[in-house]
């Protein structure tokens, strides 16, 4: 009984805060929460990326940063900056760390040769990638929540045919705070026959997210 959640998250407090909520209720959540520790987009995305740590006292709140987005929110000279540095970060197969201006920087590891540049929804909810084995690809999405701080359009560009034909959801959860963010999203509620709902999730935090419909 109840919803299975599948969780994206590639910034590592974000992913160690996952798995010890995991464990803690391993009797409720075992086979109800997947984490997939991966950066989202779109396959426009180009590197070399990064993600930025909004400050060194809000680790959890990262953006991706890629040299190459058609919605502007990325340069390519923080990412040259972060090349930058590259001989100054922990080594690993996967991830390094760079602290910065009080900012924690992580590098997104390059694609195998013959994949994607980066996954999207469509490839993850669609085709399965990236979920653990034995887990299936959903076969329908109530809610989706999309908050990343900046590239929402990119993530809802790589999955245009899961959110929006195939695996429809009923909700839609984004943060629009970003302006590429509300921009996108209005003209996608307005392509596609979404109820667009501002929501006010505390005070002060009025018109940065928005709930989507299915009509």
Excluded: W
Excluded at 19 to 28: F, K, Y
Excluded at 67 to 94: F, P, Q
Excluded at 155 to 174: E, Q, S, Y
Excluded at 187 to 194: I, R, S
Aim: hydrophobic share 40%.
């Amino acid at each position: 009984a109840g919803f299975r959640v599948i969780a994206v998250e590639p910034f590592l407090p974000n992913l160690a805060a996952l798995h010890a909520t995991r464990c803690m209720h391993p009797e409720l959540l075992a086979d109800r929460l997947v984490i997939v520790p991966s950066t989202i987009g779109s396959e426009a995305q180009q590197g070399p990326c990064n993600l930025q740590s909004a400050s060194k006292n809000d680790l959890g709140n990262a953006k991706l940063n890629c040299a190459d987005s058609k919605y502007g929110n990325n340069t390519a000279a923080r990412a040259a900056a972060i090349e930058k540095h590259r001989n100054t970060l922990r080594e690993g197969t996967t991830t390094g760390y760079m602290f910065h201006h009080r900012v924690m920087h992580q590098l997104v590891p390059a694609p195998l040769p013959g994949t994607a540049p980066m996954l999207t929804l469509d490839a993850l909810l669609l085709d399965g990638m990236s979920l653990p084995p034995g887990v299936q690809a959903p076969t329908g999405l109530a809610l989706v929540k999309i908050d990343t701080a900046g590239s929402e359009c990119e993530v809802l560009d790589g999955g245009a045919r899961a959110l929006l034909h195939k695996l429809r959801p009923r909700f839609m959860l984004i943060n629009v705070e970003a302006p590429a963010s509300a921009s996108c999203v209005k003209a996608l509620a307005e392509k596609h026959g979404f109820a667009l709902h501002r929501l006010k999730l505390r005070s002060g935090s009025e018109n940065t997210h928005v709930v989507l419909a299915d009509r």
